[in-house]
């Protein structure tokens, strides 16, 4: 066999991971095949008759590769989904995308891409190389042109961004978290007794106009009002996920990751929803300190 049948089996064979590595890093598939196909074309036109390790080979070249993509996003001001914010219009979990797919397969959340995207991209480079694909900091530091150690604080400062320190009440915190984990799996089902029985009374939600159509009132009190509109919003409920929104649970709703509005959830002494306020606004959610309920752990 051929040093470049080699590398192309060695490639196919890398594929996935390579895949992986860039969607972590970008947060998008489409930008993930565009990584992986360019990482291609620089390894295929390389000498790479020296290299002893193949697959890490390939995939500090697809890294870079991404890594160039996501600083040249930063600088730009863009954004990997349309910045569109009507909600009706995001792409619906109903049939899972091929990102999700990875998602699931890399055991990695919707939740931390969302808290990824909070991130600096040398922060992110650094941790989701490390963290998640165990690449040592001396090679992630020459991704980066820092040095090891630089390269190892950007992981810490990215893993201290992430979770969330120890709560003052703990106990309630995990309560809250059940609290709002149940409401967002009936709100997924369309489920109006469960609703029902999570919500207070005199439960107010409220939203931002940018959000909704404009036969949708921004404010609506009680119950079972505030239950029967929840059907009419599934679709995006099943794009929602669980974080700690500014140190309290919460829900953020991102298809593929990306955020779209946030979800404050007020619970009561008795353990009712008194108040979900909804904001989609940019200033308000660019505002917005988010984490993962625990910290991660691959």
Known sequence: ?????????????????????????????????????????????????????????????????????????????????????DLESAPTLTAPAADEEVLRTEAISRALLVVLDRLSPDQRVAFVLHDVFDVPFDQIGGLLDRSPDAAKKLASR????????????????????????????????????????LLAPDVVRRVDPVLIPADVPTQVRGATDVATETRRFTQRARAGVVLLIDGAPGIAIAPGGHLLAILRIGI???????????????????????????????
Request: proline share 5%; charged share 25%.
């Open 1 to 85: 066999m051929g040093n470049a049948d080699m590398l192309a089996r060695q490639f196919e064979d890398n594929r996935r991971r390579l895949h992986a590595v860039a969607f972590h890093l970008l947060g998008s598939a489409a930008d993930a095949d565009d990584a992986v196909q360019t990482a291609w074309l620089k390894a295929s036109r390389a000498d790479f008759a020296a290299v002893d390790n193949l697959p890490g080979w390939l995939t500090t070249i697809t890294a870079r590769t991404a890594v160039d993509q996501l600083r040249t996003r930063s600088r730009r001001g863009e954004q990997s989904l349309t910045d569109s914010p």
């Open 158 to 197: 990215a893993r201290a961004r992430l979770a969330a320190g120890p709560a003052e009440q703990p106990r309630r915190r995990a309560e809250h978290l059940e609290i709002v984990t149940a409401f967002l799996a009936a709100s997924r089902g369309g489920d109006i007794p469960a609703l029902l029985a």
């Open 268 to 298: 009561d002494d008795g353990g009712r929803i008194h108040t979900v306020d909804i904001a989609g606004d940019p200033d308000r959610l660019r505002a917005a300190t988010l984490q993962l309920p625990q910290p991660y752990r691959r």
